[in-house]
């Protein structure tokens, strides 16, 4: 893993700290790299109305997007779980909105102490619904 990856896992791991889990005290934290070279984090939001509950990978994209941001090379996932734990479908598809070369490194609550998986996103959403437009122009953003 490189010094920053290394450096996106920590920030990842720090995230999931903030992780609102009152239902199933499963915390995650996600650190996004633009290719500004601005890191952006989020953590997951549990509701009582599970299908309002967001991902930590959403929030740091909204966070990013919000701030004019749209290009992003890598983004780095910690989970409570000593395995690492992949994004989940809405996730992927989430991501996939901006480019299926983004690079995804998942680490276990160890952080980089721990293993850490290192992914291309096309490489964990094969056959991806993808827009017209991106068909279109055979390609990303």
């Not at 700290?17 to 199933?24: E, G, I, R, V």
């Not at 299926?100 to 291309?120: C, E, N, P």
Request: hydrophobic share 40%; net charge negative.
């Amino acid at each position: 893993m490189s010094d920053s990856y290394a450096l996106l896992v920590a920030a990842a791991c720090d995230a999931r700290q903030a992780s609102y889990a009152p239902y199933s005290g499963f915390r995650v934290g996600a650190a996004l790299l633009a290719t500004s070279g601005r890191v952006y984090v989020g953590c997951n939001v549990e509701n009582a109305s599970l299908g309002l509950s967001i991902c930590a990978e959403r929030v740091a994209v909204c966070r990013a997007v919000a701030d004019g941001e749209q290009t992003f090379a890598a983004i780095a996932i910690c989970a409570d779980a000593t395995e690492p734990t992949p994004p989940c479908g809405a996730c992927r598809q989430f991501l996939l909105e901006f480019g299926a070369d983004l690079t995804v490194v998942v680490a276990g609550s160890a952080g980089g102490a721990g293993k850490v998986d290192q992914y291309r996103l096309a490489e964990l959403i094969p056959e991806p619904f993808t827009s017209y437009r991106q068909q279109e122009t055979g390609g990303d953003r």
